[in-house]
């Protein structure tokens, strides 16, 4: 660079581009790399660098992919502890956490670092409980890693090894390798960069296999990638100077002021110049937009190549096979990326795909990929120290880390469903005087004070924003625990059944059917005739009796048996739900209690009770408004027992609120309280452990399991279930019979009668007005008042005397209209005779 320098090609390695790239930046000389490919090359501090190679950026991103396609949640890395390997990881890092993964544990080397340094790195990783390893690094001591991995057994069942692209470059120019070269890498999965298969890469492959044939005794030389990439930069660069010169571009340089300075040393540093059109070229070569035989060539805004991807390949046998590709565009895939950009992008899981995998050990079943480390540490379990509930965790007698309970043989018999051993130990958490708070001993697993949490631990919402929890393996919400009286029956109990309200509605309803069916009875049936004392008395009577479909009147019209059916169809409903609630308040014994549920407390200040350590203080006071100044903490069942006889009046509670499981336990010896009102939350208990620990998941299975074959209701009723105080064949008297129960039938039986009302009278006032368009003219004339007391009387009629009056004045009427018929024939006559009398008498005078 002593020379006057327009551009610099290379270096090759991200080490040396990292040094150049300061002298290129400050004499502003466009430096182009094929195959440094560290992504922090391309921050704003060397704007003079352009990569015309894939970003390892996007090839960490790949790996990322592939990890959280398989379902791993943690990986471990080696690599090169140089620019290129750290910022590598460190992309990598960054790739994992968008998917909620991570590595788990970083093993750098030297670049020069001896078999037996290697060695010392791969038992430590070994130890580790992650077997999905990354390995970043060179071609040259990537192979020797792998060796001394297949020496210390890491290339067998269970591991997974994915490796950068300094693997599939060995492949693709050293083919074929040896066996015994081949076999320690089998199994394993690389990526390659994408080059799309056109007509100008073939042809240029070909003229490189006949031209390298000439030179070679042992065959070609082999193209990897990295060759493609620079045979199209020294392409990029060409079309950039002559766009440069295009552009009125001169070639000249200036004289450095900071470098001039630096007279002297081996150097020569003050013979360097600024080339004065540096800024124009690398913009020329920022704009080329063509094709190469790695394909388009063009550059994003952030300088790397557009449409980045990759192939991954499986090695397997002599060589390798593919089994999809990465892009940026589509994700993982069994099509050429380049086939799919004319698609719109699709990168949800259910478009991610790839070829079966021949795994390490010759295996195409995907490993678990990780395993409890072998390295004799155990995992470390919290257990909470209990004071009350002894049955579901407490430590054994004399000793401090063996425990027995509920949850303690859940956990074990889990365990002992895994496929793979699982090294433990107990650590009691809590002073062992009060209940230790489960939310704290949840926290200390973030921290990694411990592994795992262990106990009658509730699943509540903050707690997931810490850990993960497995699969619940009892169900246990928030319950209101109160004093109970027995109601004992007496003289009134058949009032019972029914509230005052479904009492009054019921007998309202009685009398209005009544009186709907006497309207719609009255004209046609004697039955519902008569005085006015014994219609009233008929009415009540057949109302009332329809109770017990005891009454003795027939219905004769049609709508006054349509309403009657309805009705009785409600009053069989009615009658059965009465009969059953009468007799379960008669033979089973009743329960009452002041306190109906949480709808109470929340109405009222009396002090409640909660079981200290639990999470029912926080979510009585967040969610439910609870002032703090009526939460009373209790510790033992006996603290429980005194506080409700108390009463708040004495000093006690009003009632306690605390979960299921330790409430059943607690009613089991203890008749005078139950639960009231019902289960106002929905929770389970379940095993904690910190976020994404693959044993969470696979102890929810064995949690499965338990349930399914009947172990874990073993293990229940072995602990739960011994019980001195019944409460079969009792009943809480909370459950009486509530109008709206009813309503529904109330509302039918309602628009039945309003329909057959409507019905008659639109009958009955299409008769009146008939039989009124028949009376004489005189009494049309009357008042409005008298024609309404005349529609009434025309009402109380019975049809059929209104029927045969009408008949008898149609038959009047006629009669009427023949005498008038007759009349007039006779007159006619009449006047005929008078007529020919005269005519004759005429004609006498004339003669």
């Given at each position: 660079?002593?020379?006057?320098?327009?551009?610099?090609?290379?270096?090759?390695?991200?080490?040396?581009a990292?040094?150049?790239?300061?002298?290129?930046?400050?004499?502003?000389?466009?430096?182009?790399?094929?195959?440094?490919t560290?992504?922090?090359?391309?921050?704003?501090?060397?704007?003079?660098f352009?990569?015309t190679?894939?970003?390892?950026?996007?090839?960490?991103?790949?790996?990322?992919?592939?990890?959280?396609?398989?379902?791993w949640?943690?990986?471990?890395?080696?690599?090169?502890?140089?620019?290129?390997?750290?910022?590598?990881?460190?992309?990598?890092?960054?790739?994992?956490?968008?998917?909620r993964?991570?590595?788990?544990?970083?093993?750098?080397?030297?670049?020069?670092?001896?078999?037996?340094?290697?060695?010392?790195?791969?038992?430590?990783?070994?130890?580790?409980?992650?077997?999905?390893?990354?390995?970043?690094?060179?071609?040259?001591?990537?192979?020797?890693?792998?060796?001394?991995?297949?020496?210390?057994?890491?290339?067998?069942?269970?591991?997974?090894?994915?490796?950068?692209?300094?693997?599939?470059?060995?492949?693709?120019?050293?083919?074929?390798?040896?066996?015994?070269?081949?076999?320690?890498?089998?199994?394993?999965?690389?990526?390659?960069?994408?080059?799309?298969?056109?007509e100008?890469?073939?042809?240029?492959?070909?003229?490189?296999?006949?031209?390298?044939?000439?030179?070679?005794?042992?065959?070609?030389?082999?193209?990897?990638?990295?060759?493609?990439?620079?045979?199209?930069?020294?392409?990029?660069?060409?079309?950039?100077?002559?766009?440069?010169?295009?552009?009125?571009?001169?070639?000249?340089?200036?004289?450095?002021?900071k470098?001039?300075?630096?007279?002297?040393?081996?150097?020569?540093?003050?013979?360097?110049?600024?080339?004065?059109?540096?800024?124009?070229?690398?913009?020329?070569?920022?704009?080329?937009?063509?094709?190469?035989?790695?394909?388009?060539?063009?550059?994003?805004?952030?300088?790397?190549?557009?449409?980045?991807?990759?192939?991954?390949?499986n090695?397997?046998?002599?060589?390798?096979?593919?089994?999809?590709?990465?892009?940026?565009?589509?994700?993982?895939?069994?099509?050429?990326?380049?086939?799919?950009y004319?698609?719109?992008?699709?990168?949800?899981?259910?478009?991610?795909?790839?070829?079966?995998?021949?795994?390490?050990?010759?295996?195409?079943?995907?490993?678990?990929?990780?395993?409890?480390?072998?390295?004799?540490?155990?995992?470390?379990?919290?257990?909470?120290?209990?004071?009350?509930?002894?049955?579901?965790?407490?430590?054994?007698?004399?000793?401090?880390?063996?425990?027995?309970?509920?949850?303690?043989?859940?956990?074990?018999?889990?365990?002992?469903?895994?496929?793979?051993?699982?090294?433990?130990?107990?650590?009691?958490?809590?002073?062992?005087?009060?209940?230790?708070?489960?939310?704290?001993?949840?926290?200390?697993?973030?921290?990694g004070?411990?592994?795992?949490?262990?106990?009658d631990?509730?699943?509540?919402?903050?707690?997931?924003?810490?850990?993960?929890?497995?699969?619940?393996?009892?169900?246990?919400?928030?319950?209101?625990?109160?004093?109970?009286?027995?109601?004992?029956?007496?003289?009134?109990?058949?009032?019972?059944?029914?509230t005052?309200?479904?009492?009054?509605?019921?007998?309202?309803?009685?009398?209005?059917?009544?009186?709907?069916?006497?309207?719609?009875?009255?004209?046609?049936?004697?039955?519902?005739?008569?005085?006015?004392?014994?219609?009233?008395?008929?009415?009540?009577?057949?109302?009332?009796?329809?109770?017990?479909?005891?009454?003795?009147?027939?219905?004769?019209?049609?709508?006054?048996?349509?309403?009657?059916?309805?009705?009785?169809?409600?009053?069989?409903?009615?009658?059965?739900?009465?009969?059953?609630?009468?007799?379960?308040?008669?033979?089973?014994?009743?329960?009452?209690?002041?306190?109906?549920?949480?709808?109470?407390?929340?109405?009222?200040?009396?002090?409640?009770g909660?079981?200290?350590?639990?999470?029912?203080?926080?979510?009585?006071?967040?969610?439910?408004?609870?002032?703090?100044?009526?939460?009373?903490?209790?510790?033992?069942?006996?603290?429980?027992?005194?506080?409700?006889?108390?009463?708040?009046?004495?000093?006690g509670?009003?009632?306690?609120?605390?979960?299921?499981?330790?409430?059943?336990?607690?009613?089991?010896?203890?008749?005078?309280?139950?639960?009231?009102?019902?289960?106002?939350?929905?929770?389970?208990?379940?095993?904690?452990?910190?976020?994404?620990?693959?044993?969470?998941?696979?102890?929810?299975?064995?949690?499965?399991?338990?349930?399914?074959?009947?172990?874990?209701?073993?293990?229940?009723?072995k602990?739960?279930?011994?019980?001195?105080?019944?409460?079969?064949?009792?009943?809480?008297?909370?459950?009486?019979?509530h109008?709206?129960?009813?309503?529904?039938?109330?509302?039918?039986?309602?628009?039945?009668?309003?329909?057959?009302?409507?019905?008659?009278?639109?009958?009955?006032?299409?008769?009146?007005?008939?039989?009124?368009?028949?009376?004489?003219?005189?009494?049309?004339?009357?008042?409005?008042?008298?024609?309404?007391?005349?529609?009434?009387?025309?009402?109380?009629?019975?049809?059929?005397?209104?029927?045969?009056?009408?008949?008898?004045r149609?038959?009047?009427?006629?009669?009427?209209?023949?005498?008038?018929?007759?009349?007039?024939?006779?007159?006619?006559?009449?006047?005929?005779?008078?007529?020919?009398?005269?005519?004759?008498?005429?004609?006498?005078?004339?003669?």
């Amino acid at each position: 660079m002593e020379s006057d320098t327009v551009a610099i090609i290379g270096p090759q390695t991200s080490v040396t581009a990292h040094v150049i790239s300061q002298f290129a930046s400050e004499l502003q000389v466009p430096l182009l790399s094929f195959s440094a490919t560290d992504p922090t090359l391309s921050s704003l501090q060397f704007p003079y660098f352009i990569r015309t190679a894939q970003n390892d950026l996007f090839q960490m991103a790949a790996i990322a992919a592939m990890v959280d396609f398989y379902g791993w949640r943690e990986v471990t890395a080696i690599y090169v502890d140089d620019d290129h390997g750290r910022n590598g990881i460190a992309a990598l890092a960054d790739k994992l956490a968008e998917r909620r993964c991570k590595i788990s544990y970083k093993a750098p080397m030297s670049y020069t670092a001896s078999r037996d340094d290697m060695t010392d790195v791969l038992v430590k990783v070994a130890l580790m409980e992650s077997r999905i390893i990354v390995l970043h690094t060179y071609s040259t001591p990537g192979p020797l890693v792998l060796k001394v991995a297949e020496s210390l057994g890491m290339m067998g069942n269970g591991y997974v090894w994915i490796t950068t692209n300094w693997l599939s470059t060995i492949l693709d120019t050293s083919s074929p390798l040896p066996w015994d070269v081949m076999k320690t890498y089998q199994g394993i999965l690389s990526l390659s960069p994408y080059t799309p298969d056109t007509e100008l890469k073939r042809k240029f492959v070909s003229r490189w296999s006949n031209l390298t044939s000439t030179f070679s005794s042992n065959g070609t030389f082999g193209l990897s990638s990295y060759g493609l990439y620079a045979y199209d930069t020294v392409w990029i660069l060409a079309r950039a100077i002559n766009t440069f010169f295009d552009q009125g571009g001169v070639i000249s340089f200036s004289n450095d002021s900071k470098l001039t300075e630096l007279k002297g040393g081996n150097l020569h540093l003050d013979a360097m110049s600024i080339f004065n059109g540096g800024k124009l070229l690398r913009d020329s070569i920022l704009q080329v937009n063509t094709t190469g035989i790695t394909g388009p060539i063009q550059f994003a805004p952030d300088k790397n190549l557009i449409h980045p991807a990759f192939e991954i390949i499986n090695v397997a046998g002599s060589g390798y096979r593919k089994v999809g590709y990465w892009s940026n565009y589509s994700g993982l895939t069994i099509v050429p990326p380049d086939m799919l950009y004319a698609r719109p992008p699709n990168r949800s899981s259910s478009s991610q795909q790839l070829y079966p995998v021949i795994w390490p050990g010759e295996t195409t079943q995907k490993p678990r990929g990780w395993v409890f480390p072998d390295n004799g540490r155990h995992l470390k379990i919290g257990v909470p120290m209990r004071v009350s509930y002894r049955e579901f965790v407490s430590p054994a007698e004399g000793t401090t880390d063996t425990f027995t309970g509920y949850c303690i043989d859940v956990f074990t018999a889990a365990l002992n469903l895994l496929p793979y051993a699982v090294p433990y130990k107990f650590i009691p958490f809590g002073d062992g005087h009060s209940n230790p708070s489960a939310t704290e001993l949840v926290r200390l697993l973030t921290t990694g004070t411990f592994d795992a949490a262990v106990g009658d631990i509730a699943i509540t919402t903050n707690r997931t924003r810490m850990v993960d929890f497995t699969q619940p393996y009892i169900e246990s919400g928030l319950v209101v625990v109160a004093p109970v009286r027995k109601s004992d029956s007496n003289a009134w109990a058949f009032f019972r059944p029914f509230t005052w309200k479904l009492w009054c509605v019921t007998a309202f309803f009685f009398l209005i059917v009544g009186s709907v069916v006497w309207i719609l009875e009255h004209r046609l049936n004697d039955d519902f005739r008569g005085p006015l004392r014994r219609q009233i008395i008929t009415m009540l009577w057949f109302s009332f009796s329809t109770w017990f479909f005891a009454h003795r009147e027939n219905t004769v019209s049609m709508l006054g048996r349509f309403v009657l059916i309805i009705w009785l169809f409600v009053v069989l409903i009615i009658n059965s739900s009465y009969t059953a609630s009468l007799t379960s308040i008669l033979t089973v014994q009743q329960l009452s209690s002041p306190i109906k549920g949480i709808e109470t407390l929340l109405s009222s200040n009396d002090p409640i009770g909660y079981q200290q350590g639990s999470f029912a203080r926080s979510y009585l006071i967040g969610e439910l408004g609870i002032h703090e100044s009526r939460l009373v903490p209790l510790i033992t069942p006996e603290d429980y027992t005194k506080a409700l006889k108390d009463g708040p009046h004495k000093g006690g509670v009003t009632a306690v609120i605390d979960e299921r499981a330790y409430v059943e336990l607690f009613l089991s010896t203890r008749c005078e309280f139950s639960i009231v009102g019902h289960e106002f939350t929905k929770n389970g208990w379940g095993f904690a452990f910190p976020r994404d620990s693959p044993l969470a998941v696979d102890i929810s299975t064995a949690i499965l399991k338990l349930s399914e074959n009947g172990d874990l209701q073993r293990m229940h009723d072995k602990w739960l279930m011994s019980s001195a105080c019944t409460s079969q064949g009792t009943k809480f008297a909370l459950d009486r019979l509530h109008l709206k129960s009813f309503w529904g039938l109330f509302v039918l039986c309602g628009l039945a009668c309003f329909l057959a009302l409507l019905i008659y009278f639109l009958r009955m006032f299409r008769q009146f007005s008939r039989h009124y368009s028949e009376e004489p003219e005189s009494s049309t004339s009357s008042s409005r008042s008298s024609r309404l007391w005349t529609f009434l009387s025309f009402i109380d009629e019975k049809e059929e005397t209104v029927i045969s009056r009408s008949k008898r004045r149609q038959m009047e009427r006629a009669s009427n209209r023949s005498t008038d018929d007759d009349g007039s024939l006779y007159d006619s006559k009449r006047r005929h005779i008078e007529y020919s009398s005269n005519n004759n008498f005429n004609s006498g005078n004339e003669v």
